[in-house]
């Protein structure tokens, strides 16, 4: 994280420091060079599980930040892809980034590829479109809403997606109890919660909030047919269960 390209300590600090909306303003220049954009390991393997499962023809990417998921919707999408997010600093860095990459790309082809992108400022809780899509993606977003925010979350993908339509997302296996990494995520939950307690505006950003069992209900309850696809190329826990699935829940068709 602090590598000359990342953000510094002190950066790190005056984000967390703010608003959820603000912080992600401050971070967007420096954001993809952090542990906390989407590793591209995961996206090309959600990428090659929604190609078995589609062709889809207009995509939404939920909560964006930089868009590194856009080109996940750009590969399985025929028609049109959309990202959203909050954060206008982060909607900046991603316009840019898609400027320079469609810029490569006619060098590359010739020409231009993929359907045309549109980005959009708007909070998850409160989407500003009808039911328009045939796909709705997201990666990395969902420690940023308390879990009495999830049921509404979930209404509100389900508003915009067409009947049929299926919003999917990766779920990495939690951390063992007693591992490192459960140790790491606990202190950083803890900390948040101590932060948010003493200090107004609060930052929403809990990695352990989100499990599966509970996503899943939630899920049903909101009225989709959900299933779970592993993710092959990252293998299986000691006790056969996988270490990366992807959630692809289902608008009925009817």
Request: charged share 20%; proline share 9%; with cysteine.
């Amino acid at each position: 994280m602090f590598t000359p390209q990342g953000p510094t300590f002190r950066e790190l600090a005056v984000q967390a420091l703010s608003s959820v909306e603000h912080g992600y303003d401050l971070l967007a220049p420096k954001f993809d060079h952090t542990p906390f954009r989407t590793p591209d390991s995961i996206l090309r393997s959600v990428a090659r599980a929604l190609d078995r499962i589609g062709p889809f023809d207009r995509g939404l990417d939920l909560c964006c930040g930089t868009g590194a998921g856009i080109d996940v919707l750009r590969a399985v999408c025929r028609e049109h892809v959309t990202g959203v997010d909050i954060s206008s600093g982060m909607l900046a860095v991603a316009r840019e980034s898609a400027r320079e990459n469609a810029r490569g790309g006619a060098r590359e082809r010739g020409r231009p590829g993929g359907p045309p992108v549109a980005w959009v400022r708007g909070d998850a809780r409160a989407l500003p479109f009808g039911p328009a899509f045939d796909l709705v993606v997201s990666f990395g977003a969902f420690g940023h809403f308390l879990p009495r925010e999830v049921p509404g979350l979930f209404a509100q993908v389900y508003s915009v997606l067409r009947p049929g339509g299926r919003f999917a997302f990766p779920v990495v296996a939690p951390a063992r109890p007693g591992s490192p990494g459960y140790w790491a995520l606990l202190a950083f939950d803890t900390a948040m919660r101590v932060r948010n307690a003493v200090w107004r505006p609060p930052f929403v950003m809990y990695y352990r909030a989100f499990r599966l069992g509970d996503v899943r209900r939630e899920l049903m309850r909101a009225g989709f047919e959900v299933d779970l696809h592993t993710l092959p190329e990252f293998g299986h826990r000691s006790d056969g269960s996988p270490r990366c699935r992807m959630v692809v829940a289902t608008r009925p068709a009817w």
